[in-house]
Structures are given as structure tokens and as C-alpha cells.
């Protein structure tokens, strides 16, 4: 049986990663460290075989996989089942914003209640579903094969616990840093893990945010 080897990313720096600001599904383009960060990455993966480059339709993550599919003559594919979760009413606050006005709401989604979707959102449950059934249709492509996956914080979240058999409730113990890479292995028998947040490309400046959202 061969299996399809994933590059798994999260986008680079934008403005309101910065801020600690919720994005979800607003649309927020990357900020000037963060095509720093994209461009690093993408002289990282020149040497890589990358049979296709897949992204978010989200400005942030396709000009980041856009450096990477430059390097080896591709265009970027995206597809909306690997967008981040959407958080409705949520977004465009910061973290202290939504402790203040949504003190009840705020606490279901920091206890990471499974079935908890902020108003107009998505739940936990909604995101496992929606992430691993895009991953596993674009996967299945490319047996024997390796792709360039580009998404967002809670994309890269729930593929971890997908490739570590984590309960979506479990404490997050691992980072989830803008553009660094993740490997991961997908066969019929679902992810597996094969190496997470490689940061060496941006160790020449002043590195990247972890995701604390997720």
C-alpha cells in the first residue's frame, strides 16, 4: 500500500496574529514578517518533491503556499475544507476582547467543549469533520506521492490529534508556528505522524508565533 506524504503548514505572520486577534474565516493577508517567513520557506522546500501545492482559499495561506509552488513551476489549488475554523461573532476581537463581553462563551471555548460554536461558528466537532475529510480527499490523489498542504492554526491542531489518536479535548503540549513544517504520513487507514514544527528555515530572524487560538 503506498502512502502520501503531507508537508503540512500553517500560513505565515499577519497583522492580526500579532494582535491576538480571532481571524477565522476574515480574510487577513499576511503582513511583511510573514512573506519574509513564506519566502524562507520556500527556499527550505526547493530541494522537495512536491507533486502538488494545496492551500486555503484565505489570502494568508495561499500567497504562502504561492513562494512554495513558485519554486517548482506549479500554481496553488485551494480548497475550502482546509480554511481555519470559523468563529463568527468571534472574530476581529482579541483574546481579552472576548473575555470581557462573552465571558460564558469564552470559557466553553477555551475548556475546548467538543459541540461549543461561538454564534454563527463552528464547533469542534464541525472542524474534525470538515479538515479530515479534505485532507483525506486530496491525499488520496497523490498515492505514493508527496503534497504541499498550506492552512491555519486549527487546521493544523486537529491533524495532529488525527495523526496522534488525541481526544479533541486533550491539552495542547505542541506548537503550531507560523510556516514551520510538518510531516505527516496519510493512507486509508488514516494520518500518522512523522515530524512536527521544523523552524529551522527562520532561525536567521525573529522566528514566528505559535497559535494559541487552536
Known amino acids: 500500500m503506498q502512502v502520501t506524504r503531507i508537508l503540512a503548514v500553517r500560513h505565515g505572520e499577519t497583522a492580526w496574529n500579532r494582535d491576538t486577534r480571532i481571524q477565522g474565516h476574515t480574510d487577513i493577508e499576511l503582513n511583511p514578517h510573514g512573506r519574509w517567513q513564506a519566502q524562507q520557506l520556500a527556499q527550505a522546500l526547493r530541494e522537495e518533491p ?31 475544507g482546509l480554511r481555519e475554523r470559523c468563529f463568527g461573532r468571534f472574530e476581529g476581537h482579541t483574546w481579552a476582547e472576548l473575555e470581557a463581553r462573552f465571558p460564558d462563551e469564552t470559557l466553553l471555548w477555551r475548556r475546548r467543549a467538543p459541540d461549543f460554536a461561538p454564534p ?95
Open 120 to 214: 454563527g461558528g463552528e464547533s469542534l466537532l464541525q472542524l474534525q469533520a470538515r479538515v479530515v475529510a479534505a485532507v483525506t480527499e486530496l491525499a488520496s490523489r497523490h498515492p505514493g506521492e508527496q503534497v504541499l498542504m498550506v492552512a491555519h492554526g486549527g487546521v493544523l491542531d486537529i491533524l495532529y490529534r488525527a495523526a496522534t489518536r488525541l481526544d479533541l479535548q486533550a491539552p495542547r503540549s505542541w506548537a503550531m508556528t507560523n510556516t514551520a513544517v510538518n510531516r505527516l504520513l496519510w493512507s486509508p487507514e488514516g494520518l500518522s505522524l512523522v515530524g512536527w514544527a521544523d523552524t529551522t528555515h527562520l532561525q536567521t530572524g525573529d522566528g514566528a508565533l505559535d497559535e494559541k487560538t487552536a
Open 50 to 80: 512536491i507533486a502538488a501545492c494545496y492551500a486555503s482559499d484565505l489570502s494568508r495561506a495561499h500567497e504562502t503556499a504561492q513562494a512554495v509552488a513558485s519554486q517548482h513551476g506549479q500554481t496553488v489549488q485551494t480548497h475550502t
